[in-house]
């Protein structure tokens, strides 16, 4: 019985293997705040480039008198200003239409992001507008998430599959001529 107390005693005593488990409970909390800070990045750059390439093509649409625009052209001028955005041309849905100016009435902000089927929803609109009318331009972008996994930290608009919805928006006036 005494052999048995003493080499409890000194296993009670051994402190070999405490950093082991210090670092087993601490490296998973590391990990998941390393992932989620990585993911949150990634949609924060993301993100800035869409509105700066949306305020890219808002400055070209100022600066074109007299251009007859497209939602193919504008959607083309958006991606091609938006290099992390994978197959932008697919995902991006511009929605342009006139701000009525005696009651500012403005769209729903219900998000108008296109579904991986080619749905859109709710229906956008494209109207150009004519001289000297208050223009609202919306593009939305449906991206799938680096590391789906780790939906830590953002409470961002999501769809059925998990992907994150990217809106920006943007108003300009048509300048006459």
């Known amino acids: 019985m005494d052999l048995l107390r003493y080499h409890l005693r000194q296993f009670l005593r051994n402190d070999g293997g405490t950093a082991t488990l ?4 601490v490296f998973p909390i590391i990990m998941i705040l390393f992932i989620a800070a990585f993911e ?3 949609i924060l750059c993301r993100q800035v480039m869409l509105e700066r390439a949306l305020d890219t093509t808002v ?5 074109t008198n007299d251009a007859t625009v497209t939602d193919d052209e ?4 958006v991606c091609g200003s938006t290099l992390i ?7 991006l849905v511009v929605d342009l239409r006139v701000v ?8 729903s902000e219900d998000s108008l ?3 991986r089927d080619g749905v859109v929803n709710p229906a956008n609109r494209f109207d150009p507008g004519a001289e000297n009318q208050l223009m609202l331009i919306r593009v939305c972008a449906e991206v ?6 780790s939906g830590f930290g953002l409470n961002l608009t999501r769809d059925d599959n998990d992907n994150v919805h990217m809106t920006s928006a943007s108003v300009f006036v048509n300048e006459p001529d």
């Open 85 to 91: 955005l994978h197959n932008c041309n697919d995902v």
């Open 40 to 42: 949150t990045a990634m």
């Open 113 to 115: 992001c296109v579904d």
């Open 59 to 63: 400055r070209l649409l100022r600066l």
């Open 74 to 77: 504008i959607r083309e001028v």
């Open 22 to 25: 210090e670092f087993v409970i």
């Open 144 to 149: 799938a998430r680096i590391l789906p996994f």
């Open 100 to 107: 009525d100016q005696v009651n500012y009435a403005l769209p």
